[in-house]
């Protein structure tokens, strides 16, 4: 087994993965510690076929789409992780048992799986500006390499349309995706009342996604099956454990799992970091040696590592993390019209809510069509007699549209992390989390909504009832140990330096000082390949 | 207050037959070749998710009833759709009606169903007068129901 390199990499999500790429291609050799939990399942059970194909003729559909233990039949309420169907169940297994967490008040997903949470993510890859990053030690311009290098090696699709102020630079995009009818008449309708609703601060345009519409090395462009929630099986959509299969041919990177990496620790008088971690299914400790280390395990994750590397126990750190609601909506126009039969199953049409025409204080929204994660799940929902809520549903899926609302998050006393000793075993520990947002902030958020919702309602698009998971439900975590220009304790420099060390790295989400309302997944990937970048520029 | 006690032990041949019934609600017919698959199914999901402590009293003789009187099935479905949605018979029936929709034969009973939207209009009115009766009959029989022996 490998146990020494130049730079040892924690994780191999989104952010993990990119850093990881960025100093193999700089020529520096990797090794990247990793849990790397995958469905060995349902995944193989899955045919290369459309989502309307498979539910028309496979007999085994039942086990990819209700798991063998039912485990896709959830009976509670809507919940953290609803979206994940039994397929992608394995993105949080085991975090339980080895990444405790303690709250009452907030309910993460975290991950230990091969990918991270990009193993589930919506592909959405938009870019932050400047009024996003306000309050950041960088700025916009610093991240422009970054976001195109990444791009490209991912493939990202979309439009230059009205969004294009909200999503960033156009230049290197493959062509748009097919938006289904349902989309489409909602476009439609926006480009008919474009004025007025600019003027009410709405735009709305083409998704951005991490979805191939042109093949790009061993991916094809998606072939609209509307599996996106279940398989890769076209690996159209991005994912980082594709980027681990690739390093894992090239000379210079090694991959070691099932290693949950527990702590570090820098030797006085050497040049380098011991990792000590942990067998995920044994137990059994091994320390790895590196010249730097690069922690890419998640702002919560990371946040563990360092506490207990430290030796910080009781020590809060801030916690932040995108308020995130769902609003299902009947599109008037789409009703009783047919539904589009090839589709892709992520974000149809993207939405932003700019309230003061600045560029600050956006609700970032997502539309999706509601089909492939299958009537049950709405019928459970429904406070109706089951048969007849089946037979309304049947009659609105394809006028359906289910918003996906995010707001902003900035540090604030009411949100916090720490780490604490667990009572009973001396060498354990869990996570507590306090998550407290303040009353007015709440308030702002669900004015913000009222207007959105007007908006909508402009366009025909009716909604039905604002569905609120609870904080943590976003998946969207940061802020723990953030860049800072001041010399502080427990934030790092803008290169990702951990303040206090002389070689560790983060390149997570726990770096972003705060979280607009966009999704920041493109973002981490960008921010983590210039860290890494500059670190494999400074190494001696 | 609902006392905790043991959910109701069903033998695979109860929850088999609890299942084609909860499948001839659903389905508003009997499922004909699927239904001892969809029967199986129903009684594996019963034994994984129901087993164990978690129902109550009042939850266990609302399914007994339903089972013993199926008439009051849509009255019942409805009244608890509305007042007790997490009660064990709804749970039953969503697992049901999630069997149901992964059967390839059945498949396009759960599909979008484009008409033209007066039809549409009226199946929806249709459906909510369906829905308001059921209720209001239910929410009398519910009491009683959750109450029987």
Not at chain 1, 191 to 207: D, F, I, Q, S
Not at chain 1, 338 to 364: A, E, K, N, S
Not at chain 2, 86 to 97: E, F, G, S
Request: a neutral charge.
């Amino acid at each position: 087994m490998t146990r020494e390199a130049d730079v040892l990499v924690v994780g191999s999500g989104p952010s993990a993965v990119s850093a990881a790429w960025a100093l193999v291609e700089s020529g520096v050799s990797v090794l990247m510690l990793d849990v790397g939990n995958e469905d060995p399942t349902y995944a193989p059970l899955i045919p290369e076929a459309s989502w309307l194909d498979n539910r028309r003729s496979d007999p085994a559909q039942h086990r990819y789409f209700l798991g063998d233990d039912f485990e896709g039949v959830p009976l509670g309420a809507v919940r953290v992780g609803a979206q994940l169907t039994p397929p992608r169940q394995h993105i949080a297994r085991d975090t339980d048992r080895l990444t405790p967490l303690v709250s009452s008040t907030f309910a993460p997903t975290e991950s230990l799986a091969l990918g991270g949470l990009g193993s589930g993510w919506g592909a959405s890859s938009v870019q932050f500006g400047d009024a996003d990053m306000e309050g950041w030690p960088i700025a916009a311009a610093d991240l422009a390499p970054h976001y195109r290098a990444v791009g490209e090696r991912i493939g990202i699709s979309g439009a230059a349309d009205d969004l294009l102020p909200y999503y960033g630079d156009a230049a290197a995009l493959q062509p748009p995706l097919q938006i289904d009818d349902n989309g489409r008449a909602l476009l439609t309708r926006y480009a008919a009342h474009r004025e007025a609703m600019n003027r009410g601060g709405l735009y709305a345009g083409c998704p951005r996604l991490a979805v191939l519409t042109k093949d790009l090395a061993d991916r094809r462009a998606t072939r609209y099956h509307e599996m996106d929630f279940y398989a890769d099986t076209d690996r159209s959509v991005y994912r980082p454990w594709m980027t681990v299969e690739v390093l894992r041919g090239l000379p210079g990177f090694s991959y070691q799992r099932p290693w949950l990496a527990r702590g570090f620790r820098e030797l006085p008088d050497r040049d380098l970091v011991e990792v000590t971690a942990r067998q995920a299914r044994t137990g059994e400790t091994a320390v790895f040696t590196a010249r730097r280390l690069v922690l890419g395990a998640g702002a919560m994750g990371t946040a563990r590592i360092v506490l207990r590397s430290l030796g910080l126990f009781d020590r809060p750190l801030p916690l932040v993390c995108n308020a995130h609601v769902y609003v299902p909506c009947v599109n008037l126009p789409m009703l009783g019209r047919p539904m589009t039969p090839r589709r892709h199953g992520l974000t149809q049409v993207g939405l932003v809510l700019d309230p003061d025409h600045d560029g600050r204080r956006l609700v970032y929204v997502e539309a999706h069509g509601y089909r492939s994660l299958l009537l049950f799940k709405l019928a459970k929902e429904a406070p109706l007699p089951v048969p007849e809520a089946v037979g309304i549903f049947r009659d609105l899926l394809s006028a359906l549209l289910i918003l996906v609302i995010e707001h902003e998050d900035r540090p604030a006393p009411g949100k916090t992390c720490r780490l604490r000793r667990s009572a009973d075993a001396q060498d354990d520990d869990a996570l507590t989390v306090d998550y407290h947002p303040a009353p007015g902030e709440t308030a702002a958020q669900r004015d913000a909504e009222r207007r959105l919702l007007r908006l909508v309602r402009r366009l025909s698009c009716w909604p039905l009832r604002r569905i609120d998971p609870g904080a943590g439900a976003s998946i969207h975590y940061g802020g723990s140990l953030p860049m800072s220009l001041n010399d502080d304790a427990l934030t790092t420099t803008p290169d990702g330096l951990l303040r206090g060390t002389r070689g560790v790295y983060l390149v997570d989400g726990s770096v972003l000082p705060s979280l607009p309302a966009k999704p920041l997944t493109f973002t981490l990937m960008a921010n983590a390949d210039r860290i890494a970048r500059r670190l494999a520029a400074g190494m001696p | 207050m609902s006392v905790p006690s043991t959910p109701p032990i069903l033998g695979h041949l109860d929850a088999r037959e609890e299942g084609l019934l909860l499948a001839r609600y659903l389905l508003g017919r009997e499922a004909s070749d699927a239904a001892p698959m969809a029967a199986a199914r129903y009684a594996e999901g019963c034994a994984r998710l129901f087993a164990g402590p978690g129902a109550c009293a009042p939850d266990d003789a609302l399914t007994r009833f339903a089972r013993r009187h199926p008439w009051s099935l849509p009255c019942l479905d409805a009244a608890a759709g509305l007042l007790t949605p997490r009660a064990l018979l709804r749970q039953k029936l969503i697992l049901m009606l999630a069997i149901l929709e992964t059967m390839p034969a059945l498949a396009d009973d759960f599909m979008p169903r484009p008409r033209p939207r007066w039809l549409l209009l009226l199946g929806l009115a249709r459906a909510g007068a369906a829905t308001v009766l059921k209720t209001l009959a239910g929410t009398v029989l519910l009491p009683l129901a959750r109450r029987a022996r």
